[in-house]
């Protein structure tokens, strides 16, 4: 019995990403900023994902941290994405209030 099956099997099982988990209402989560945008409707924010789950942090910078706890999860009716409302408190600095939620 020829091996080389085990062995593509075993590449192809490796070449699927690992699909991350979906941030869950109550729990606590630490998050990084990826990227900022300034919405002529929200102002400056920093946005940073869990899963497919999208967190909108007020003037929130690229790489800051945040420590979130997830109130309530709706989709956006304008990107149709998933969103977050939460209570956040910035790691290493004096920033704390609430996520943007969903419209």
């Given at each position: 019995?020829?091996?080389?099956?085990?062995?593509?099997?075993?590449?192809?099982?490796?070449?699927?990403?690992?699909?991350?988990?979906?941030?869950?209402?109550?729990?606590?989560?630490?998050?990084?900023?990826?990227?900022?945008?300034?919405?002529?409707?929200?102002?400056?924010?920093?946005?940073?994902?869990?899963?497919g789950?999208?967190?909108?942090?007020?003037?929130?910078?690229?790489?800051?941290?945040?420590?979130?706890?997830v109130?309530?999860?709706?989709?956006?009716?304008?990107?149709?994405?998933?969103?977050?409302?939460?209570d956040?408190?910035?790691?290493?600095?004096?920033?704390?209030?609430?996520?943007?939620?969903?419209?």
């Amino acid at each position: 019995m020829s091996t080389s099956w085990f062995a593509g099997a075993v590449f192809a099982v490796l070449a699927v990403p690992v699909l991350a988990q979906d941030a869950e209402v109550g729990k606590e989560y630490e998050i990084t900023i990826q990227t900022e945008q300034d919405n002529q409707y929200t102002g400056p924010n920093g946005q940073a994902k869990i899963g497919g789950i999208v967190f909108m942090i007020p003037n929130a910078k690229v790489m800051e941290k945040y420590k979130v706890k997830v109130t309530e999860i709706r989709e956006n009716q304008h990107t149709m994405a998933k969103q977050a409302s939460c209570d956040f408190e910035q790691i290493g600095g004096t920033k704390k209030g609430n996520c943007i939620g969903a419209p």
